[in-house]
């Protein structure tokens, strides 16, 4: 199967850069994939897609402003965008990479210093002066996409967070999320519908584009995950009564797939890809955005929903002026 395959026109215009102004009230495009059928919603309206008994899963993982900037010797600027947040050493994309030699200093806003040193997984082994998390804490920016044309603003910093999120450790933010708010899933309880969580730190891996035309030569990054006792045990339980899986987004769908079949407490990093010809073992019904073409979250959607289903709906989403990404419109797949 060629990656080429998976590409799709989308105009410019159509990139969100900026989220809802209410978090429910983005556009819902409901895919039914028993009766072809492609429906137009508001995403509160996801409320009449549940039955007492079903199980929504979410992941919990919490964005990190991951982005830091400073400055070299030569007074050049740089950016340093963490991958990861260990400390002394950890991993990050430096900007501009050919030019930041190893061992080379640059100073933060902060005034820390950062020693660049040699290559990563996929960037640059930096070192630390003190915690990383803090130094991120006080003058890191929201990691938003490159296909956000603007700088970060102080309303990012609430707007690309989910609101139960409560595990830092992401660098990109699990956006299918961003769509609920406290009182939908309150509404969403109280139908009967049990709410579950798992983490998985979403990274640049999940984001990074694929290299190669034969979609099975690509590896994917690996990522932190923890599926919780609770969650396995509901997961269990719901499958056994008839009720169904939603998983809300791609990121929880990867954690949850890769934990089957034996559906335990499990925690540990996964690069788990999934493309068309996967079979799904876990989730019923998946909470999704809208992808960029060619993408790995691209060809996780067409494996669950069937490449040409998902491309006839993207087809219609374009034509319907749905807004795309991270910040952009939601879909069901039932």
């Not at 992941?59 to 950016?79: H, M, Y």
């Not at 050919?98 to 040193?117: C, F, H, N, P, T």
């Not at 929880?252 to 559906?263: F, K, N, S, V």
């Amino acid at each position: 199967m060629k990656l080429s395959e998976f590409d799709y026109n989308l105009p410019k215009e159509l990139i969100a850069q900026y989220p809802s102004e209410k978090r429910d009230g983005c556009r819902l495009m409901v895919l039914d994939r028993k009766t072809r059928l492609i429906i137009h919603k508001t995403f509160e309206d996801i409320l009449g897609y549940f039955n007492p008994g079903d199980l929504l899963i979410l992941n919990n993982t919490k964005v990190i402003p991951a982005r830091l900037f400073g400055k070299r010797s030569s007074g050049g600027k740089v950016e340093i965008f963490l991958l990861e947040t260990k400390y002394p050493i950890c991993e990050a994309l430096v900007k501009p990479g050919a030019r930041v030699k190893d061992g080379e200093v640059i100073v933060l806003e902060s005034g820390d210093e950062v020693e660049v040193m040699g290559r990563g997984d996929i960037g640059r082994q930096v070192k630390f002066n003190r915690p990383v998390e803090d130094i991120a804490t006080e003058i890191g920016h929201m990691p938003l996409p490159p296909y956000i044309d603007r700088n970060d603003e102080e309303s990012d910093k609430q707007n690309y967070q989910t609101v139960y999120g409560a595990k830092d450790g992401a660098t990109a933010s699990p956006t299918a999320g961003l769509h609920f708010t406290p009182e939908l899933l309150d509404k969403i309880k109280g139908v009967g519908v049990r709410v579950g969580f798992v983490t998985l730190h979403t990274n640049y891996g999940t984001f990074a584009p694929i290299k190669t035309d034969d979609i099975e030569m690509h590896k994917m990054h690996r990522e932190n995950f923890e599926l919780p006792a609770e969650t396995a045990r509901a997961i269990v339980e719901t499958k056994k009564s008839g009720g169904k899986v939603f998983a809300v987004g791609t990121t929880t769908t990867r954690t949850l797939e890769y934990c089957a079949p034996d559906i335990v407490k499990r925690s540990g990093q996964t690069d788990m890809f999934i493309y068309p010809g996967y079979k799904f073992k876990i989730v019923d019904h998946l909470i999704t955005n809208f992808h960029l073409p060619k993408s790995t979250l691209m060809l996780l959607v067409s494996a669950f929903a069937g490449k040409n289903f998902i491309f006839d709906a993207y087809k219609e989403a374009i034509a319907e002026q749905y807004r795309f990404f991270s910040y952009g419109d939601s879909m069901l797949i039932l």
